[in-house]
């Protein structure tokens, strides 16, 4: 053979020697029993409980530590760490009995000073995610071995609920002896108080819990749970339907939802978990640019919304109309007599004609009061659904003779403009699970400007005097039904000023099989990761 | 110009050059008259995610769209954007090649040593924040393309400039007391533009990959339809998934097409207009100027062509 | 290689890695946006508290006050703790590269070996049947961006005949370490990447090698060897081949700075943790210490590769002069 291709062949044959320990790879190692494997798409990066705020963060933590109390979408609060608990002076300190059966995963107890030192470590070293609760965090102290009370500086239902549930309870005799808390990883062997603790990881990976299967409360059936990070979200899905995930951890896209369920036969085993989210999707206005500083307009343009149109182009199918109260159905305190409002072009048309608005010239665009015509630029988020959505919103606002149209931007310069109050309209989204929220969107003095920035979330600047006084009331309300009937009042205020107008709220929508694990729980929001879910799973066998 | 074209015309890949090139541009023009649906048309759109079929050769996208239409409309951005940075990157290089080429000292070192930045910045991350910060839309990308990529071609005339600076011509041009920007027009810049026409089609030609690249990761413009964002919609629309076939191969087509039209034009383009040189050395000279033009891409990392990312 | 033009060039480089840390400090700075986004954001933040998490980022501070600090913390080789993942820079940097270069270095090794071997080939019968294929195959491929191939390939070599794995660098519970289990595993989750990165690659080193040795193969010292008695072969062999290195090793230089951030999509699509991942990543989150970092190390070794492949050049050609 001549020299050159006697050089290739030996090239080629090199080359097709190094693939022999491609073919000979693992084939990936056989799936223990009893193990739950779940998708996720965020990384861990960190495990330090008071740092950590990704996804799958909060999910190790939430194995690896406990919280004092737990909060149940039906019952409220329920007991975690703390077996009961008592509201005293007037809501300004809260005072936690512990369960005596708690343990370290050391093996040392924990006791009310564990409490005690974790709510005065928050303090004293300004943990930046719980900067919002700090300023009114008195103390904590403990009274005995198992009673600790901690105290606020203004009485407020809702943070009582966060100290409750947010916070993961540390060990004293670990965390004192940290010199820099706030840049501490807490990657290798983080000792916690819950039900499991970390056997395996590697860094953008994977990462195994295991059951040590002596926690005092908890009822976790599983031997282990292992959190398989995707950066693909396609990926993910075909290893879902492979076999080797049980679950995924995120909201897919309505259209790998709608596939499955049109195409069962291609995905055996392979379930859609659907359950309504407790945030609305809502177009915003800003109240201090005229003309959409006149509430017959705004109303107007609500009236031109097709919801169902937006769910169905959207969200194919998967979501849910709203009313404009902005609450959820599944809250506790929503307004049942704020229902969806039906779509009414005549009678948006009526409105704008009765109010000034008309279309002297008929070209099809109204003019406004100063004989201009009509244009409303909605600023929108730069992501494909994103547009889609304002392609059909500024069809069908449209249809009423306003020249709307929409500019795209990312979600920085998106959340700038906001805080500038520089626009005329914005797709944004509110979530009111939370009451507080209520005060932080929609308060006076939540829409302030400062030096050329808005105070708070009130980008669009609704003011109403009466609306502030209910919703500062709400805040220190400490009797639960008292509250419900102030945040009812709340929303019908709300829905009369057509500053948010509500366009849906979408399904969160989680892929499991069916196969290995049974028990799948779906509640609002969390879909199938709630405490419910992991406290049912049985193994059922098979690979 | 008219030999010229003729020479273009008789040339094997000229001609399937200037076909292609042609072609293309022809479709990109008449978009509204040969697409069968209008792709920004709300009411135009069909049953979602349809594979090719009556109606919709090439079957819809994930919204209703017509994969078809899109494809035909899409060639206007990557053919704007292809063309206008090719056109920008050449013009500008070459005004700064020369003029750091011609006129030494000060100019040269200021304009070379911008040059140097250009090139060890990582220009991925550094387009990420351009863009974050002035918009996606899709002059800015243009903008964004010509700010990246006039370097290579700036370099690539400068020592040509040097080269040429001690040429008989230029020197009794001087001599008779021609002033610099006499001299800088009428001798050099005519010398040179043979190689700047062909570096700016192939420029043109490694700019669609790039933005084709760009838009694939998610940086494209957000409202226009162009063959890369139609990647990046397959790929974040789980077409693997879906064994969507139809949305992954055309618009990849259509890029390959495209660009292999360009660069077979401007092959063409060099050995026409410089009939002196041998066939062969025509490639391995192509080869180092195109690395050096595709500093856009390269700079990206992204794919450009010369094949491959970061090796080849 | 005189020491007046070493000294200019360590000068020139001085310059230019200053100019760069700067750019890299104020370009992220401009993007509109909080790095602290999503603790800045919770609508309970009283301005007090919003100013004071600032301060722990260490972004309340004047501009050029920060400014100074970071170049205080460069000069120690201190890049910074990231903000999202609460470590050091440099750790995270260091672990994220290795992986980059499993792909970028694999790709390069095949690339050149094959490619040389092919263009030595083609060139040996000119317009032959390989020759031809070549050429052709160069513009063909040149004009295929590099994802969509990688793309095509997922689809036939994943999706349908499921032969690799389609993503992740290694499957899961394979215990890492020197042995075969794991390299087997890494080495199968490479391949589709490293076939979509070399095909261009292969065909460009081909045609490269091609072209020189073709050029020079009806040169004075080739027909002097042949009249010497050497057969064609070692002629082309030993002195055509050795020609090409020149452009060769000019090729590999320019080729060298893309090392460490040249696979960014690829890794994007076969969800490769390498260092064209962690930029793209730190770039959507706003992670500045991060941004920084990774901009520096790429640019530094762009800096470092075009020496080295200036030197080589030196080296190999003794015409050339560093004057």
């Keep these: 053979m001549e020299k050159p291709f006697r050089s290739v062949v030996i090239a080629i044959l090199c080359v097709g020697l190094l693939m022999v320990p491609v073919g000979a790879g693992v084939a990936g190692a056989a799936k223990a029993a009893g193990n739950l494997n779940l998708g996720v798409v965020a990384d861990v990066k960190n495990l330090n409980p008071y740092m950590g705020y990704g996804s799958s963060e909060t999910f190790v933590i939430g194995w690896v530590y406990d919280t004092l109390l737990g909060w149940d979408s039906n019952e409220g609060l329920v007991p975690g760490l703390a077996d009961s608990w008592e509201i005293k002076d007037g809501g300004t300190s809260v005072e936690f009995k512990l369960n005596p059966n708690a343990k370290w995963h050391d093996g040392k107890p924990v006791t009310a000073e564990d409490v005690e030192f974790s709510f005065n470590f928050i303090r004293e070293k300004r943990f930046p995610s719980f900067m919002a609760i700090i300023g009114n965090l008195a103390g904590a102290k403990a009274i005995d071995k198992h009673t600790v009370r901690v105290t606020f500086r203004s009485p407020s239902s809702n943070a009582v609920r966060f100290i409750a549930t947010a916070p993961s309870i540390l060990p004293k005799h670990i965390w004192s002896k940290i010199d820099d808390p706030r840049n501490y990883p807490n990657l290798d062997n983080p000792i916690g108080s819950g039900p499991c603790a970390v056997a395996e990881r590697r860094d953008g990976q994977f990462i195994t819990l295991k059951n040590l299967g002596n926690h005092y409360r908890s009822s976790l059936n599983v031997e282990t749970i292992t959190l398989r990070v995707l950066r693909d979200e396609t990926m993910g899905i075909m290893a879902l339907r492979r076999g080797d995930l049980d679950a995924l951890l995120w909201s897919v896209d309505p259209a790998v939802a709608e596939e499955i369920d049109r195409n069962p036969k291609g995905y055996p085993n392979v379930k859609v978990a659907m359950a309504p989210s407790t945030s609305v999707r809502t177009l915003m206005f800003n109240l201090r640019r005229a003309p959409w500083n006149d509430v017959a307009l705004r109303k107007a343009v609500s009236l031109a919304i097709n919801q169902k149109e937006l769910i169905d182009q959207v969200l194919l199918g998967y979501g849910s109309e709203q009313g404009p109260g902005l609450v959820v159905p599944s809250d506790l305190h929503y307004n049942k007599s704020l229902g969806p409002v039906p779509r009414d072009v005549a009678k948006a048309k009526a409105i704008l004609d009765q109010a000034g608005y008309v279309d002297k010239n008929r070209d099809g665009i109204r003019e406004d009061k100063n004989g201009k015509p009509m244009k409303l630029e909605i600023l929108t988020g730069n992501l494909p659904t994103s547009i889609n959505l304002a392609e059909l919103l500024v069809y069908q606002i449209k249809q009423i003779g306003i020249d709307a149209y929409f500019t795209p931007l990312t979600a920085e310069s998106l959340r700038n403009k906001e805080q500038a109050a520089d626009f005329d309209a914005a797709v944004s989204s509110v979530s009111f699970s939370v009451p507080d929220m209520m005060f932080y969107y929609a308060h006076t003095s939540r829409g302030v400007i400062n030096e050329g920035r808005v105070a708070g979330f009130n980008y669009g600047g609704y003011s109403s005097p009466e609306y502030d006084k209910l919703a500062d009331a709400m805040l220190v309300e400490m009797n639960d039904q008292a509250r419900i009937k102030l945040l009812r009042d709340m929303q019908a205020r709300l829905a009369e000023a057509y500053y948010h107008v509500p366009l849906f709220s979408s399904n969160v929508l989680m892929l499991y099989r069916d196969d290995r694990f049974a028990g799948w729980t779906v509640e609002p929001d969390s879909c199938i990761n709630n405490s419910t879910t992991y406290s049912n799973l049985v193994y059922k066998g098979g690979k | 110009m008219r030999e010229i074209a003729g020479r273009l015309w008789r040339h094997p890949r000229g001609r399937v050059g200037i076909m292609i090139t042609a072609a293309v541009i022809i479709i990109a023009i008449a978009a509204p008259w040969i697409a069968p649906y209008d792709p920004y048309d709300i009411g135009q759109r069909g049953p979602r995610r349809l594979p090719p079929g009556p109606g919709h050769p090439l079957g819809t996208d994930a919204q209703g769209k017509d994969i078809l239409s899109k494809l035909i409309y899409g060639a206007r951005v990557s053919l704007i954007v292809g063309i206008t940075t090719g056109v920008c990157v050449t013009v500008l290089g070459a005004l700064l090649g020369i003029l750091a080429g011609y006129l030494g000292g000060l100019a040269d070192t200021l304009i070379m040593r911008i040059c140097d930045i250009l090139f060890v910045v990582p220009g991925l991350p550094l387009m990420i924040l351009l863009a974050n910060y002035m918009g996606t839309k899709f002059y800015m990308i243009i903008v964004i393309f010509t700010m990246l990529g006039w370097a290579g071609v700036a370099r690539m005339i400068r020592s040509q400039v040097l080269s040429l600076k001690s040429r008989d011509f230029v020197l009794a041009s001087r001599s008779v007391g021609a002033r610099p920007g006499h001299i800088m027009r009428e001798h050099i810049l005519v010398s040179v533009s043979p190689l700047l026409i062909v570096n700016g089609v192939l420029s043109a030609a490694g700019v669609m990959v790039a933005e084709a690249g760009l838009s694939f990761l998610g940086f494209g413009d957000p409202t226009a339809v162009s063959w890369g964002k139609m990647l990046y919609e397959a790929q974040s629309g789980h077409a693997l998934l879906f064994g969507a076939w139809w949305w992954v191969i055309p618009p990849g087509l259509a890029i390959f097409i495209t660009v292999f039209g360009f660069m077979m034009f401007g092959y063409a383009l060099e050995e026409v207009l410089n009939p002196h040189i041998p066939r062969q050395s025509a490639y391995s000279k192509l080869r180092k100027g195109m690395a050096r033009y595709a500093g856009i891409g390269k700079q990206a990392g992204i794919g450009r062509p010369g094949g491959g990312e970061s090796v080849g | ?323």
């Design chain 3, 1 to 323: 290689m005189s020491g007046a033009y070493w000294a200019r060039r360590l000068l020139q480089t001085a310059l230019i890695l200053f100019i760069v840390v700067t750019l890299n400090f104020f370009l992220p700075r401009l993007t509109p946006g909080t790095p602290a986004g999503h603790l800045y954001n919770d609508p309970r933040l009283s301005p007090e508290a919003k100013q004071e998490i600032l301060a722990q980022f260490g972004l309340d501070k004047p501009l050029h006050v920060q400014y100074a600090v970071y170049l205080g913390n460069l000069l120690r080789g201190e890049l910074g703790t990231s903000f999202s993942y609460r470590r050091p820079v440099s750790e995270i940097i260091l672990s994220r590269i290795p992986w980059t270069l499993v792909l970028t270095l694999s790709s390069f090794l095949v690339s050149v070996a094959l490619g040389v071997a092919l263009g030595a080939a083609a060139a040996w019968k000119r317009g032959g049947h390989l020759d031809t294929i070549l050429l052709s195959a160069s513009i063909v491929v040149s004009a295929l961006p590099s994802f969509w191939i990688a793309m095509i390939l997922t689809l036939i070599l994943a999706f349908y005949w499921p032969v690799f794995p389609a993503y992740g660098m290694v499957s899961p519970h394979v215990p890492v370490g020197w042995n075969w289990a794991f390299i087997g595993s890494v080495a199968r989750h490479a391949f589709l990447p490293v076939l979509s990165m070399c095909i261009g690659g292969i065909v460009g080193y081909g045609i490269l090698v091609r072209n020189s040795m073709v050029e020079i193969s009806g040169e004075d010292f080739v027909r002097t060897a042949r009249a010497k008695g050497l057969s064609e072969n070692a002629a082309l062999y030993r002195h055509a081949l050795r020609n090409a290195m020149l452009p060769l090793v000019t090729r590999i230089g320019m080729s060298l700075s893309g090392l460490v951030g040249g696979a960014t999509v690829i890794e994007t699509i076969f969800s490769w943790e390498g260092m064209g991942l962690l930029i793209v990543e730190a770039s959507r989150s706003l992670d500045y210490p991060l941004m920084q970092g990774t901009m520096l190390i790429m640019a530094v070794i762009t800096i470092l590769a075009n020496l080295c492949a200036d030197l080589a050049y030196a080296r190999l050609d003794p015409r050339v002069k560093l004057k």
